[in-house]
């Protein structure tokens, strides 16, 4: 049965936490790098872009990825009751270029694949319990219930 849920037409610069502490090290080590600053940043994506990566990667392993688009106005009705989607509301729709050309070439930096950044992630997420195992899920719901009779 498919999810009802969707992703909000936004999207963000993605960079893996590991890229972006290596490009501290390196700027660090650089005497180029002294009194400069740098956008440490990938390509820009879509979260129904990223949904599709990780629909791609986690929905045959029993996780339920929605990669539907969210209606907008939908978004602006739960807008009025939820403070936090509220704010998120100036980012719908809007794409942010940024560059990391001058980091890649001053520094010699470079990133990993966004896909990868995107699985590790939330292979992390799986691993940490922050998102329950869909295996599991079942299990601790169905003790939780038998010790409710």
């Known amino acids: 049965m498919p999810t009802k849920c969707g992703t909000p037409k936004m999207g963000f610069s993605l960079v ?72 998120a509301l100036d980012f719908v729709g809007r794409m942010e270029l940024v560059s990391a050309d001058k980091a890649r070439r001053e520094l ?11 699985v590790a992630t939330a292979n992390s997420l799986i691993e940490l319990g922050v998102v329950p195992n869909p295996s599991t899920k079942e299990t601790r719901s169905a003790d939780t219930s038998s010790r409710r009779r």
Do not use: K
């Open 16 to 87: 893996d936490v590991r890229d972006v502490a290596t490009a501290h090290r390196l700027a660090m080590e650089s005497p180029v790098a002294t009194g400069n600053r740098y956008v440490i940043a990938g390509e820009f994506m879509w979260m129904r872009d990223i949904a599709a990566v990780l629909a791609e990667e986690f929905n045959p392993r029993g996780y339920r990825v929605p990669t539907r688009t969210m209606p907008t106005s939908l978004l602006r009705a739960v807008a009025l009751f939820d403070p936090s989607v509220r704010q």
């Open 108 to 118: 010699g930096w470079t990133m990993r694949p966004v896909r990868d950044s995107i």
